[in-house]
C-alpha cells in the first residue's frame, strides 16, 4: 500500500513531493472518459480520487485496474449509515486496493469505531473522515441546524473522529490551519482547491494550491480545475509548480 504521510514535522529530505499530495478528482460517468483524462495528463499525477459518479458505474473494476497501474486511489464513497452496515461495507471495500476510504464523521461515534474496527484487517484502506462540505457555507450549515461556524462544526466532528481512532480527515483548507493546531498528528486533506481565479463552481470553502499547503494540509484534492481545462496536463503542472513554491516549515 502507498506509505500515507502527514508532512508536518518530517525532514525536508522526507517530505512527500508536489506529485506525491496532489490528488485528482475522477469525476466522470464512465470508465473510458476516466483513462482518456488519465492518458492526457501525461503521467503528472499519481494519486486519483473515484467518487459515487465513477464507483456506481465503473465499479470495483476501474478501481483494480488503476491500482495494477501502479496508481494510488482514494476511494471516496462517503460511508454514512448505521454502525453494523458501515463497517460491512469497510471490509467489503477492504478487499479492492484503496488505499484511502471516506466515512462520514457526522455518523457519529459508534459508526466512526465501527468503521476503524473493521478497517483493522491487513489490505484495509486508510480512513478518512468527512467533516463538513466544502460545498456548504455558514447559511446552509444554518438551515441543517447546525448554528456554530463551519469552523467550529469541522473542529467538533474531527475531535469525534480523532476520538474513534480516525486521523485521517477531510476539511476545507479554510479550516486547516486550525486543524493542525488542534490535532497536530492527523492526516489533513483539503478539497475546495481553486487556483487564482479559477471559477469556484459549487464549492464555498476554498483556497489556492499554495494557501491550502501554507494552512497545513497534507494531499490537495482537484477536481474540475484540471480535468475541465482545456489541457489538463498543463493545468495540473500548474498546481504542481505552485505546490512546490510553497516553503513549508520544517
Ligand atoms: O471539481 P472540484 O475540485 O470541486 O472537486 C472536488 C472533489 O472533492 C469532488 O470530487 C468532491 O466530491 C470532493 N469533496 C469535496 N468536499 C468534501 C469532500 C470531498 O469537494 N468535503
Not at 13 to 35: C, G, M, N, T, V
Not at 88 to 111: E, F, I, P, Q, Y
Request: proline letters at 7%; aromatic letters at 4%.
Amino acid at each position: 500500500m502507498t506509505e500515507l504521510k502527514n508532512s508536518q514535522g518530517s525532514p525536508a529530505l522526507q517530505r512527500p513531493s508536489p506529485r506525491e499530495r496532489l490528488i485528482l478528482a475522477l469525476d466522470f460517468p464512465s470508465a473510458d472518459q476516466a483513462f482518456d483524462l488519465i492518458q492526457r495528463l501525461e503521467g503528472c499525477c499519481q494519486w486519483f480520487k473515484v467518487g459515487l459518479e465513477l464507483y456506481l458505474s465503473a465499479g470495483n473494476h476501474l478501481v483494480q485496474a488503476l491500482k495494477d497501474l501502479g496508481f494510488s486511489v482514494f476511494l471516496d464513497l462517503k460511508l454514512h449509515d448505521i454502525p453494523n452496515t458501515v463497517a460491512g461495507a469497510v471490509r467489503s471495500v477492504s478487499k479492492l486496493g484503496a488505499d484511502l476510504l471516506t466515512v462520514h464523521a457526522g455518523g457519529g461515534l459508534a459508526m466512526l469505531q465501527a468503521a476503524r474496527e473493521a478497517a483493522s484487517c491487513p489490505n484495509a484502506p486508510k480512513l478518512l473522515a468527512v467533516t463538513v462540505l466544502t460545498s456548504m457555507d455558514a447559511s446552509q450549515l444554518a438551515a441543517v441546524g447546525v448554528s456554530g461556524s463551519p469552523a467550529e462544526q469541522v473542529l467538533r466532528l474531527a475531535n469525534i473522529a480523532h476520538t474513534a481512532g480516525i486521523t485521517g480527515l477531510v476539511c476545507s483548507p479554510e479550516e486547516a490551519a486550525r486543524m493542525r493546531r488542534a490535532l497536530p498528528g492527523s492526516l489533513l486533506v483539503t478539497p475546495g482547491i481553486r487556483p487564482a481565479g479559477a471559477d469556484t463552481g459549487d464549492q464555498k470553502r476554498i483556497a489556492t494550491p499554495a494557501a491550502a499547503l501554507a494552512a497545513g494540509a497534507d494531499y490537495l484534492v482537484v477536481g474540475r480545475p484540471i480535468t475541465q481545462a482545456p489541457d489538463p496536463a498543463k493545468a495540473a503542472q500548474q498546481i504542481l509548480l505552485e505546490m512546490a513554491s510553497v516553503g513549508l516549515p520544517g
